[in-house]
Every structure is written in C-alpha cells, then in structure tokens.
C-alpha cells in the first residue's frame, strides 16, 4: 500500500532563501522516502557517511538507526506513514511538525495517531 506523497511545494514560503527550499526538499525528500515510502535501501544509499544525529532516545545515531527502528515499525505497521502538517526553517535547521499514523484508514483523522516534531 502506498503512503502519502509529500507535495514539496505547497510548504515552500516565499521569504525562504534558495539555500532554505533547497534544505526543506532535502528533509522531504527523505522523509518521503523513509517514512511513507519504506524505500531503506534508498534511504542508506543516499544518506550513508552523512551525519545523522537521532534525538530519540530509543534510537541509535547515524542512518542505520532510524533505518533499522522504523523497519521495524513497519514490519508490524505497514501501512504507517507521515503527514507532514508544517514545516519551519531557521538557518541550516528543517523543523517538521508531522501526524503519524499506523493504519491507512487513520490518516487524516487527528483524533488517531501521534503528533511529531522532527529537527
């Protein structure tokens, strides 16, 4: 089953720098691929020997942990995906404001799932 697909440019601001629209489509572009697309060996290739700090405390650093967490996730969730609400940029910082959700049937419904902020 398909995740949602992250539409890029209904986020982009217009006061964002180059350099900001260029960062917020990178994070989206991974998120995508991660979160919605369970796309890891896409993930790993892309982002393999790039800094990856985990702030979740359940997760290891580098790529291989978020990878190997939300394999995991999936194997019990499948259908788990992202929809990012918000997205806020400060410098070389992306914020992600997300709603998470386990089941297809509960996207778009606020009262399901979890609420994330990403960094």
Known sequence: MAGPI????????????EQDKENVRSVLQFVQLLMNDH????VVRQQQGKPYKQH??????????VVTSVKGLTKNAPEFSYDVKYVFVDGDRV????????KSKHRGDESQ??????I
Do not use: C, P
């Open 6 to 17: 992250i539409d890029v440019s209904a986020y982009e601001k217009s006061h964002w720098s």
């Open 39 to 42: 796309n890891f060996e896409e």
């Open 56 to 65: 979740n405390r359940t997760m290891t650093d580098g790529i291989q942990g």
């Open 95 to 102: 914020i992600l404001h997300s709603h998470a959700t386990l």
């Open 113 to 118: 799932g979890l609420n994330l902020i990403d």
